[in-house]
C-alpha cells in the first residue's frame, strides 16, 4: 500500500514538474503546429515530384527529381485560372453583401434598444445552426423551380444564407462594446442615422468589421460541397471544384493536383500572415466591455 502512494506521489510530483516547467507549453505548441502544417507539406512536396516518385513507396519526404512541371501543367492546361476568376466572384460578392448588410443590422438591434433585440440575435444564431448539408435539396429544388439553376448568382446566395447569420452574431459583440454616449453626441450635432454609422461607428469598430470580412471571404472561398453538387457547367465552376480537373477514370494527376492546391492554399495563406493581428484584434475587441 505505501508502494502504491509513493508511486502515485512521484507521479504527481512529476506531472507537476512538467506543467510548470516554462518549456511545455511550447513543446506543446511545435508538437500540434507539426501536426497541423504536415498535411501542407506534404502537399508542397509532392507539387515538385515527378510521377514516378510521387508513387514510389518509401515515399521521400523531399523531392529527389525536383521540377516545376506540376505547376507548368496546372496553369497552362487546365481550367484554374477560370476557376480562380468564379472563386473571386463568388466570394467577393457574397463577403460584400454579408459585410454590408450585417453592418446595417447589427449596428439597429444593438446600438437601438427595442423589447425583443435578444430573441432576435438568437434567431440569426439559431438559422446557422442548421447543418449546411440540410440545405442543399431545399436549395437546389427552389432553384430549379425558379430558374437559378446552373447559375452563379445561385452559389452566392448560398453563400450568403450561410455567412450572413454568423457574420451578425460575431459583429454584435464588437457593436454592443461601442459607447452609446457618442452616438447621443453625434444626434446633438445633427447628424442622421447613417451618418452616424459611417463617421463615427464604423472607424471604431473597424477591426472588427474588417475580421469578419476577412473569415466570411475564406468561408466562402473554401466551399466545395454545394458548387460541386449546384453547377453543372464547367466554366462555372470554383476552383475547389475545379482541381477536379486532374481527377478522372484512368487515375488522379497527383503532381498537377497539388501544384494546383498549393496555388489554390497560397493567397489565404499569405494574407493570413500579414492579417492574422487585425483579425484576432477585431474578434476580441467586443469580448471586453
Same mark, same amino acid.
Given at each position: 500500500m505505501s508502494l502504491l502512494?509513493?508511486? =502515485?506521489?512521484?507521479?504527481?510530483?512529476?506531472?507537476?514538474?512538467? !506543467?510548470?516547467?516554462?518549456?511545455?507549453? $511550447? !513543446? !506543446?505548441?511545435?508538437?500540434?503546429?507539426?501536426?497541423?502544417?504536415?498535411?501542407? /507539406?506534404?502537399?508542397?512536396?509532392?507539387? +515538385?515530384?515527378?510521377?514516378?516518385?510521387?508513387?514510389? *513507396?518509401?515515399?521521400?519526404?523531399?523531392?529527389?527529381?525536383?521540377?516545376?512541371?506540376? $505547376?507548368?501543367?496546372?496553369?497552362?492546361?487546365?481550367?484554374?485560372?477560370?476557376? =480562380?476568376?468564379?472563386?473571386?466572384? /463568388? %466570394? &467577393?460578392?457574397?463577403?460584400? +453583401?454579408?459585410?454590408?448588410? &450585417?453592418?446595417?443590422?447589427? $449596428?439597429?438591434?444593438?446600438i437601438y434598444d427595442y423589447k425583443w433585440d435578444n430573441k432576435v440575435a438568437f434567431g440569426f444564431?439559431?438559422?446557422? #445552426? =442548421?447543418?449546411?448539408?440540410?440545405?442543399? #435539396?431545399?436549395?437546389? =429544388?427552389?432553384?430549379?423551380? @425558379?430558374?437559378?439553376?446552373?447559375?452563379?448568382? &445561385?452559389?452566392?446566395?448560398?453563400?450568403?444564407?450561410?455567412? $450572413?447569420?454568423? %457574420?451578425? *452574431? @460575431?459583429?454584435? &459583440?464588437?457593436f454592443e462594446a461601442f459607447p452609446k454616449e457618442l452616438i447621443d453626441s453625434a444626434k446633438v450635432d445633427g447628424a442622421s442615422r447613417l451618418q452616424t454609422l459611417l463617421r463615427v461607428v464604423l472607424p471604431v469598430v473597424a477591426p472588427g468589421v474588417g475580421a469578419v470580412s476577412i473569415i466570411t471571404f475564406l468561408w466562402s472561398w473554401n466551399e466545395f460541397m454545394f458548387p460541386f453538387l449546384f453547377l453543372n457547367s464547367p466554366g462555372k465552376y470554383p476552383v475547389t471544384v475545379g482541381i477536379y480537373h486532374f481527377i478522372g477514370d484512368l487515375g488522379t494527376k497527383w503532381g498537377p493536383l497539388t501544384a494546383s492546391g498549393m496555388l489554390i492554399m497560397l493567397p489565404g495563406i499569405i494574407f493570413f500572415i500579414f492579417a492574422q493581428r487585425y483579425i484576432v484584434e477585431g474578434l476580441a475587441e467586443g469580448a471586453v466591455d
Open positions: 502512494k509513493a508511486t =502515485i506521489r512521484w507521479i504527481r510530483e512529476t506531472a507537476d514538474k512538467i !506543467i510548470s516547467w516554462r518549456g511545455t507549453p $511550447y !513543446i !506543446i505548441l511545435v508538437s500540434f503546429s507539426a501536426v497541423l502544417l504536415f498535411p501542407i /507539406y506534404w502537399t508542397l512536396n509532392t507539387s +515538385f515530384k515527378v510521377s514516378n516518385e510521387i508513387k514510389a *513507396w518509401p515515399p521521400s519526404f523531399i523531392p529527389q527529381s525536383f521540377t516545376i512541371e506540376n $505547376y507548368v501543367e496546372a496553369l497552362r492546361f487546365s481550367p484554374i485560372g477560370q476557376n =480562380i476568376l468564379n472563386s473571386l466572384i /463568388y %466570394a &467577393g460578392s457574397a463577403t460584400a +453583401f454579408v459585410v454590408v448588410i &450585417g453592418v446595417l443590422t447589427t $449596428y439597429g438591434f444593438t444564431l439559431a438559422t446557422r #445552426l =442548421i447543418p449546411p448539408q440540410a440545405l442543399w #435539396l431545399p436549395f437546389i =429544388i427552389f432553384y430549379s423551380r @425558379m430558374g437559378l439553376a446552373n447559375s452563379r448568382g &445561385g452559389v452566392v446566395i448560398f453563400l450568403i444564407v450561410l455567412n $450572413y447569420p454568423l %457574420a451578425v *452574431w @460575431m459583429l454584435r &459583440g464588437t
